[in-house]
């Protein structure tokens, strides 16, 4: 059975970084894209970042564009978001996710992901 699990959400002030991660069990993702989405309260689901199976290109979405890094271990099975200079309109529930989508905007839509963690609570205080 596919398990996504993310840590690393927490409560943070304006401007704080934090570090996310998502550790992924169940078979072995090494040639699947994963990606970084959040859901803030009454919003639709958001782009955040996503990063090809080797690692060797990102996409990220243009609010968080220089403030945050995907990267992955696939030896580790696990995708990390480095997030800094947070800001407020950065809280939300974050999400990790794994595409059988090798690149390109596809990585954008939600619908083109197969699996999903359980998200993880990020609050960005002003």
């Known amino acids: 059975q596919v398990q996504l699990v993310e840590s690393g959400g927490g409560l943070v002030q304006t401007g704080d970084s934090l570090g996310l991660s998502c550790a992924a069990s169940?078979?072995?993702?090494?040639?699947?894209?994963m990606g970084w989405f959040r859901q803030a309260p009454q919003k639709d689901r958001e782009f955040v970042a996503a990063?090809?199976?080797?690692?060797?290109?990102?996409y990220y979405g243009d609010s968080v564009k220089g403030r945050f890094t995907i990267s992955r271990d696939n030896a580790k099975n696990t995708v990390y978001l480095q997030m800094n200079s947070l800001k407020p309109e950065d809280t939300a529930v974050y999400y990790c996710?794994?595409?059988?989508?090798?690149?390109?905007?596809?990585?954008?839509?939600?619908?083109?992901?197969?699996?999903w963690g359980q998200g993880t609570q990020v609050t960005v205080s002003s």
């Open positions: 996710a794994v595409s059988q989508y090798l690149g390109g905007s596809y990585l954008r839509a939600p619908s083109k992901y197969d699996y």
């Open positions: 169940g078979r072995t993702f090494s040639s699947y894209s």
């Open positions: 990063i090809r199976w080797n690692g060797g290109i990102t």
